[in-house]
């Protein structure tokens, strides 16, 4: 059986995330949840100004990154994967951001995963002038709406680019196992913080 050390499970750990999944055993979580960079500089656009310019967004993961999340998981679902060089799937995901043809960013954005499903479309419009820790926070209801439908109660989830802590905080009000990795200091603080202020009570214990 593989075994996964405690001292990662319902934690953020700060480090570039090819460091841990090497040191994972093979199949070890259930699902891998994530959202890495698309390589398209994103910190640059203009409506993005309200947050510091880095280079993280410069640049898609290498292949091993990628090969590496689908040898510790069961199954993978990987927002952007468009933008990847990943396995023909017939299961993807949309999310309909609800936006006119006229707004200057992306109308939707698609998850490539492992499940050989029919696609499935998620409508959510993000509020004008919403606070994002991120630049490319994804809404908590997206990710949380992912796990409903493609993890159940026990399943351990990873999100080896964790960034703000979306997916963690969305496996956290499922009571869902998860390990978050964060390779930026700034973003694993946000994310902890962000856990810890969970306002489901029964999550005390839980993430304790």
């Given at each position: 059986m593989s075994v996964i050390p405690q001292n990662y499970l319902n934690k953020v750990i700060c480090a570039d995330c090819i460091e841990i999944l090497r040191a994972l055993p093979d199949k070890c979580v259930d699902l891998v949840l994530t959202d890495p960079p698309y390589g398209i500089g994103i910190s640059k656009?203009?409506?993005r100004q309200m947050h510091e310019k880095r280079d993280w967004d410069d640049k898609i993961p290498e292949k091993e990154y990628f090969t590496e999340m689908i040898r510790v998981s069961k199954n993978q679902i990987i927002w952007g994967g468009n933008y990847f060089d990943l396995p023909p799937s017939q299961g993807f995901l949309v999310w309909d951001?609800?936006?006119?043809?006229?707004?200057?960013?992306?109308?939707?954005e698609q998850a490539w995963m492992s499940f050989q499903s029919p696609a499935k479309m998620f409508?959510?419009?993000?509020?004008?002038?919403?606070?994002?820790?991120?630049?490319?926070?994804?809404?908590?209801?997206?990710?949380?709406?992912?796990?409903?439908?493609?993890?159940?109660?026990?399943?351990?989830?990873?999100?080896?680019?964790a960034g703000s802590g979306t997916t963690l905080v969305a496996a956290a009000r499922l009571q869902q196992p998860?390990?978050?990795?964060?390779?930026?200091?700034?973003?694993?603080?946000?994310?902890?913080a962000r856990l810890k202020s969970c306002k489901n009570s029964r999550l005390s214990d839980f993430l304790s």
């Open positions: 656009n203009p409506i951001k609800e936006q006119p043809e006229t707004f200057s960013t992306a109308m939707c409508r959510y419009r993000v509020v004008d002038g919403i606070k994002k820790d991120h630049p490319t926070q994804k809404p908590l209801a997206l990710m949380q709406w992912c796990l409903e439908k493609y993890s159940g109660p026990g399943q351990i989830v990873l999100d080896p680019f998860f390990i978050g990795i964060e390779m930026c200091d700034e973003y694993c603080k946000v994310a902890e």
